[in-house]
């Protein structure tokens, strides 16, 4: 009998010990390469750009311009790791509203700063996980210089430097004006986020900023207990200011932020996300050093010699390589999953863009070349 219970003891222990899913070797062609217009691939990409887009702390939502390639590397028993590259555009929702992308409204031509992106995302569909562990984007005012497109739309507010004193005025009238006319609460100003100007009978000047409520409440809310919080920024507001005449007119607009609720899902995903997080404490592994974060770089405008003279690829660089090796290396994501198995991506140097299907790249949601990254 001790026999027969040291025996199911130490069957136990090995049970219970941590186990590795061995990594095959990529064969020589790894990559699939995936249309850019297929539906899977429209809806994975939608998934893509709103899990970006949530991980986003400033500027504004970016939407789906165009799939521009993406190849599948199928991992042993895994799923599949995505290699996507989209080029995406502006829109006049603030990533901290966080709207989906899909309820945000394009930005004028004039006004539009157009990017691409590429991103790793992985999916394993039997067991309904999506997960995006790295991504880089470069966005840039509209591929020639602001000099080309005044000449394109001679009316059309240029961009105005955000320190302009007549900037810092302009937000700060309308925003006196909205306090003045508020009822629930007075806002201070935290940032200027975007300003044009132009001439329309006197100067006029447009702004987008951000507000957070102010501790100094003034109003009726006061007298009903009302307390503002201290939790950031808590709208977006746009206003203009026109002198004319020596009359000044203001005009204010506001789009107040949800409560931080989970983000919706677009209408078109095909899948279910499954969060799984593990605990430190129950962990025998640290996935903090394996889950990479992503980054965005803002490129100036281009000048009339830089979009004449400088190569297109050079002057809108994105790279998101991992790994440099070009057998790969792996990736740990053992904490998307239960149980106590190790299990490992493996990834590969991002493929180029040339390698990427014949369908690709896809139809183009603004197809005007000013906004197509080279």
């Not at 991980?55 to 290699?83: C, I, M, P, T, W």
């Not at 904490?335 to 390698?355: A, C, D, N, R, T």
Request: charged share 20%.
């Amino acid at each position: 009998m001790g026999l027969l219970l040291l025996l199911v003891l130490c069957t136990l222990a090995v049970s219970c010990t941590t186990t590795s899913v061995p990594l095959k070797v990529p064969s020589h062609l790894p990559f699939l390469l995936r249309g850019c217009n297929d539906a899977d691939m429209l809806g994975m990409a939608a998934f893509v750009l709103q899990d970006i887009n949530n991980d986003l702390k400033e500027g504004y939502v970016l939407s789906l311009n165009r799939v521009s390639a993406v190849q599948e590397h199928r991992q042993d028993g895994l799923g599949s790791l995505f290699y996507f590259t989209m080029d995406v555009l502006h829109t006049t929702c603030h990533v901290l509203s966080k709207k989906p992308w899909r309820d945000c409204e394009e930005r004028h031509l004039h006004e539009q700063v157009y990017g691409k992106c590429k991103a790793l995302y992985y999916v394993n569909r039997p067991l309904r996980i999506l997960y995006l562990p790295a991504y880089n984007c470069t966005l840039r005012p509209a591929t020639v210089s602001r000099r080309k497109i005044q000449r394109m739309c001679p009316d059309c507010p240029p961009p105005t430097n955000l320190s302009d004193p007549n900037v810092l005025e302009t937000a700060t009238e309308t925003l006196a004006k909205f306090n003045e006319d508020s009822k629930t609460g007075q806002y201070s100003l935290v940032k200027v986020t975007r300003a044009s100007s132009q001439w329309v009978f006197g100067p006029s000047y447009f702004v987008e900023y951000l507000i957070k409520e102010s501790p100094d409440i003034k109003t009726e809310a006061s007298s009903s207990g009302y307390q503002p919080t201290d939790s950031g920024p808590r709208s977006l507001f746009s206003g203009y200011l026109v002198i004319r005449f020596n009359e000044k007119l203001v005009n204010i607009n506001c789009d107040f932020f949800q409560s931080q609720a989970p983000p919706l899902k677009g209408e078109n995903l095909l899948f279910t996300r499954k969060f799984l997080f593990c605990q430190k404490n129950k962990s025998t592994h640290s996935p903090s050093k394996d889950v990479l974060s992503g980054s965005v770089q803002y490129l100036p405008e281009l000048d009339d010699e830089e979009s004449q003279e400088t190569d297109p690829a050079e002057a809108f660089p994105v790279h998101l390589d991992l790994t440099t090796n070009p057998q790969g290396e792996p990736l740990n994501v053992s904490f998307l999953f239960h149980g106590p198995m190790i299990k490992k991506l493996f990834v590969l140097p991002f493929p180029k863009e040339e390698q990427r299907s014949a369908e690709c790249p896809g139809n183009a949601s603004m197809s005007n070349p000013i906004v197509l990254p080279p």
